[in-house]
């Protein structure tokens, strides 16, 4: 049950800005590639699901306080992370320039989300699992 709700509050909701930018890119006659695969909806699925993470470890009790920590700290890790891309995106599109190699950042925001749905899935699985 877990699980199915970590699929619907956290996946779902998380991918929102992506399902949304790819209505538009499905129906825009100007719509190109490079806006479909944005940074910015990447980095809000990879913050949504760090977040859940943390909220979920905090709210439940586990007697394996040594993997919660280090659960809680790699989901701060990521979200130290996506905060920066973040950062540096919203900066970038400010200045209007092109000192970042945003197809580097598009290729890095990808990996660290799916990286991010595996870390978050492992997490809900281990709290999802039946004791002995």
């Known amino acids: 049950m877990l699980k199915t709700k970590w ?7 998380g991918l929102i ?3 949304v930018r790819t209505f538009i890119w499905l129906f825009s006659k100007s719509a190109t590639p490079s806006f479909w695969i944005n940074e910015s909806d ?6 949504v699901l760090s977040l859940a993470n943390i909220n979920e470890l905090e709210r439940k009790k586990n007697k394996d306080e040594t ?5 809680s700290g790699i989901s701060v890790f990521f979200i130290m992370v996506f905060s ?6 919203t900066y970038s599109d400010l200045r ?12 890095c925001s990808v990996i660290l ?7 978050s899935s492992s997490i809900y699985s281990r709290m999802n699992a039946k004791k002995p």
């Open 67 to 71: 993997w919660k920590s280090i659960s």
């Open 42 to 47: 990447f980095v809000s699925f990879g913050l």
């Open 17 to 19: 800005p992506f399902i």
């Open 113 to 119: 989300a799916l990286v991010s749905a595996i870390v």
């Open 84 to 89: 920066t891309i973040y950062g540096l995106v």
């Open 96 to 107: 209007g320039d092109n000192d970042l190699d945003r197809v580097a950042i598009k290729i």
């Open 7 to 13: 699929l619907i509050w956290s996946v779902l909701i």
